[in-house]
């Protein structure tokens, strides 16, 4: 019999159980992270395998941190910070967070970012946007991506391209941002592009809202991803 006085609310039990498996995770990093660090690959036979764990343990803690807070977007439990910052300094972080996992599959990553460019933007969100790109870049690039940002016309246009084999037709044009991007076949949910898409929307200025696109070719003729703040 249904218990009706006292319905579940499935969303919170999934978020609760999601910050729980997000902590668990974090620990399981760090502890990779020493691990990995001091397991060269002349010294550890291992190396590779473990590479490759960090590398889909970052993925799910990206995943987990992405529904925790499209959840809170849901519930109105988010804000956002908007603050002046540095374009270029924002670019130079994340790839350094992401940088052991690009050089072990010797992937070379080139920027294009004035150092004077500047935006009002939550740099937390774009960061865990861009941090996104380049940890899925890791699977699908072969040789390089190229990270580059600049100001057109009023707007930041910051795009991450690579020279790999490029998105599937089924995720070009908008089916992916009405919940037509899930493909059994691929294991792609489209959760990652709809989190850019919610984030760059939450940038506003007067009557203008941020977007991202994806195509292929760009400079590498693989894919481009792209997220354009006002």
């Known amino acids: 019999m249904e218990?009706?006085?006292?319905?579940i609310d499935f969303p919170?039990?999934?978020?609760?159980?999601?910050?729980?498996?997000?902590?668990?995770?974090?620990m399981l990093l760090n502890t990779l992270d020493e691990?990995?660090?001091?397991?060269?690959?002349?010294?550890?036979?291992?190396?590779?395998?473990?590479?490759?764990i960090q590398y889909e343990a970052t993925r799910v803690n990206f995943n987990l941190i992405q529904l925790l807070t499209l959840y809170k977007m849901d519930r109105n439990q988010f804000s956002v910070n908007i603050s002046h910052y540095p374009v270029v300094e924002l670019i130079e972080d994340i790839i350094l967070q992401n940088k052991p996992l690009l050089d072990f599959k010797e992937i070379g990553i080139l920027t294009e970012c004035p150092d004077d460019l500047t935006w009002f933007l939550d740099s937390n969100l774009v960061s865990?946007?861009?941090?996104?790109?380049?940890?899925?870049?890791?699977?699908y690039a072969s040789k390089r991506i190229l990270v580059r940002a600049n100001e057109d016309r009023g707007w930041l246009v910051i795009s991450v391209e690579d020279d790999g084999?490029?998105?599937?037709?089924e995720m070009l044009g908008a089916g992916i941002f009405k919940g037509r991007g899930v493909s059994f076949k691929t294991g792609s949910t489209g959760l990652g592009l709809y989190f850019s898409s919610m984030v760059a929307k939450l940038h506003?200025?007067?009557?203008r809202e941020g977007y991202i696109s994806i195509s292929n070719g760009g400079a590498y003729g693989g894919g481009c991803f792209t997220i354009t703040l006002p």
């Open 3 to 7: 218990n009706r006085e006292n319905p």
């Open 12 to 26: 919170s039990f999934l978020a609760s159980m999601a910050h729980d498996m997000k902590n668990s995770l974090n």
């Open 35 to 52: 691990v990995v660090g001091s397991c060269t690959p002349d010294k550890c036979q291992s190396h590779r395998k473990l590479s490759l």
């Open 128 to 139: 865990g946007v861009i941090n996104n790109i380049l940890n899925n870049a890791y699977q």
């Open 165 to 169: 084999n490029g998105y599937p037709e």
């Open 204 to 207: 506003k200025n007067k009557d």
